[in-house]
């Protein structure tokens, strides 16, 4: 066929390797190393001379594939696979700063994320300014001469605020720094930031991709240029994924789109009812209509996400709300068929001070939904018995 394929298409029939069995499906390359037919032919490989595999670590056929099909859905010129998404936000911050650099960041991000910008990053001599999602004022004011990234994720876990990626992209590029949105919550069967501006979308693979809560993966999508210099790093700090979880994530990408479409008519009901509810206090989704940012959700998602974030009064509520529920999954893992529900304030958000927490918005009444493909319905009777 010569006419362009649609992603969803690509995702299913692109970057697929044949070998001379013919296999329908894209075959598991587990090999550490690969062969070659003589000396010459190594140093033609290693030279990068001809195309070819020396070793799983610098690439595989199986992650290749993976890495070529999330390219397609990503609008991406190339992608680069690692061991999780927490390595794929270290590829995405080391392979482009160094120390005297600044970066400027939300400071409503997923726990682990803060983590890392606030106690890693920052160790290695590079300046973090943390700012409000939403406000641009505030992120203009925050670049410095040696701002250098500006980094995010929208919506915001939990709390679902989205930030205006085309305003971003634009600011960060008059600063001549590199615009990075974790994917993560949206998928790229959600949205897609390199079509807004973004210049690099990175993501755990963990998550939606997986849609199974099976096997870790990471992945970051950009430019050739970018992601060569990003393959490089990954390289030489070995956080390459394993050629199965690759094969595992592959079967995740085929059915993505139909998995979210559903996943987010799902979230949007549950939500809606938890407005209804005389115990919850505020109910967090980017896809209610009396969103505070509705019409840029319309602009830049397919929808308003998987995860949902509702307030009861204290702790000890929230508490016994995830102690009675009977469907959903007390795990923090989200983007998985089955939803799943935790308590950001003592889990994803525990190793934050209070007061980061309390800066972030994470207060201790609130509690964290990641909605799956179960009936709409039953989930709702779960809550309902579970809120009393």
Request: charged share 15%.
């Amino acid at each position: 066929m010569t006419q362009k394929l649609h992603p969803q298409t690509l995702a299913i029939r692109g970057g697929k390797s044949q070998t001379e069995y013919l296999e329908h499906n894209q075959a598991l390359f587990l090999t550490s190393s690969f062969m070659w037919e003589d000396a010459a032919h190594a140093e033609a490989l290693f030279a990068k001379k001809v195309k070819g595999y020396t070793y799983t670590r610098t690439a595989n056929p199986t992650i290749a594939a993976f890495e070529q099909r999330v390219s397609a859905l990503e609008g991406a010129e190339r992608s680069v696979a690692t061991s999780t998404g927490m390595s794929a936000i270290q590829a995405a911050f080391f392979t482009f700063l160094q120390a005297g650099d600044h970066v400027v960041s939300s400071r409503n991000l997923f726990g682990t994320t803060a983590g890392f910008i606030n106690g890693v990053v920052t160790k290695f001599g590079i300046g973090v300014s943390l700012v409000s999602q939403t406000d641009l004022a505030e992120w203009r004011a925050a670049i410095r001469e040696n701002t250098k990234l500006l980094f995010l994720e929208t919506p915001s876990n939990p709390l679902g605020e989205v930030a205006d990626l085309r305003a971003l992209a634009e600011l960060a590029h008059e600063a001549g720094a590199l615009l990075v949105v974790d994917n993560s919550l949206m998928s790229p069967a959600g949205q897609q930031p390199l079509a807004l501006g973004a210049d690099i979308s990175v993501q755990s693979a963990t998550k939606a991709i997986d849609g199974h809560g099976r096997v870790m993966g990471g992945v970051l999508s950009g430019s050739e240029a970018l992601m060569n210099q990003v393959a490089m790093y990954c390289n030489s700090c070995g956080l390459a994924m394993s050629p199965f979880n690759a094969w595992t994530l592959l079967s995740g990408l085929e059915t993505l789109a139909v998995r979210m479409e559903k996943q987010f008519a799902n979230a949007l009901e549950v939500a809606q009812w938890l407005q209804t509810r005389p115990q919850v206090k505020a109910v967090y989704y980017a896809g209610l209509p009396n969103h505070p940012q509705a019409d840029l959700v319309q602009s830049q998602q397919n929808g308003g996400g998987i995860v949902i974030g509702f307030e009861v009064e204290n702790q000890e509520q929230a508490w016994a709300v995830i102690d009675r529920v009977a469907l959903f999954s007390r795990t923090a893992n989200l983007g998985d068929v089955r939803s799943t529900i935790t308590h950001p304030w003592t889990t994803t958000h525990g190793r934050m001070s209070p007061e980061d927490k309390l800066a972030a918005d994470i207060r201790p009444g609130l509690v964290r939904l990641s909605v799956g493909l179960e009936y709409a319905g039953d989930l709702i009777d779960d809550l309902a018995q579970a809120l009393g």
